[in-house]
């Protein structure tokens, strides 16, 4: 504990005050309780959009309109976050901010990291309690869903949509079938 105790004084210096103090409190019960992840006590639950997109990523039924593509993509941003093509949302934040920010960050980390370093053989747990397997579940449902974005992306680019159902690039070709 004494090995992380300055950091995370320089941490609550940095961060200000306000919302990124709240932030940080529920990061670090987040942090703290990350054992609780690799004893299999604890589990990310997967949005059901990507568990449809494991079981089909390449599943056209009832796209055949912009507006279902867009919405579908809709729920798929939600899930994953902004897609890859899609330029950062300005949050206004000062350089002080952006930089308490990554210390927080920091901070969180090596919390997280003291908290699972106690456990021996962690390793081992992990695939013992299934919290491995399930670990892997949620990257799979989450690349299955990256991949059925881009299809669905590259769909309404065939069919001349504008976007969400096409990158935020693209411009479609004498307006778009909406």
Not at 29 to 40: E, H, K, Q, R, Y
Not at 105 to 118: P, Q
Not at 153 to 175: D, E, H, L, Y
Request: proline fraction near 7%.
């Amino acid at each position: 504990m004494r090995a992380f105790g300055p950091l995370l004084v320089a941490t609550l210096m940095l961060s200000g005050c306000g919302g990124a103090m709240s932030d940080f409190g529920a990061g670090v019960g987040a942090a703290a309780t990350a054992p609780l992840d690799d004893l299999n006590l604890r589990r990310q639950q997967i949005p059901t959009v990507l568990l449809q997109a494991e079981a089909n990523p390449y599943d056209l039924r009832n796209l055949n309109q912009c507006t279902t593509i867009g919405a579908e993509v809709a729920r798929l941003n939600e899930a994953l976050g902004p897609d890859t093509d899609e330029p950062p949302a300005p949050d206004g934040s000062t350089l002080g901010e952006r930089a308490g920010d990554a210390a927080s960050k920091a901070a969180l980390d090596a919390i997280r990291d003291a908290t699972t370093d106690f456990i021996p053989g962690r390793s081992w747990i992990r695939r013992l309690t299934g919290a491995e397997q399930h670990s892997r579940h949620v990257q799979a449902a989450i690349q299955a869903g990256r991949m059925r974005r881009a299809f669905l992306k590259g769909i309404g680019m065939n069919r001349n949509c504008a976007p969400p159902a096409a990158p935020a690039w693209f411009r479609p070709r004498g307006g778009s079938r909406r």
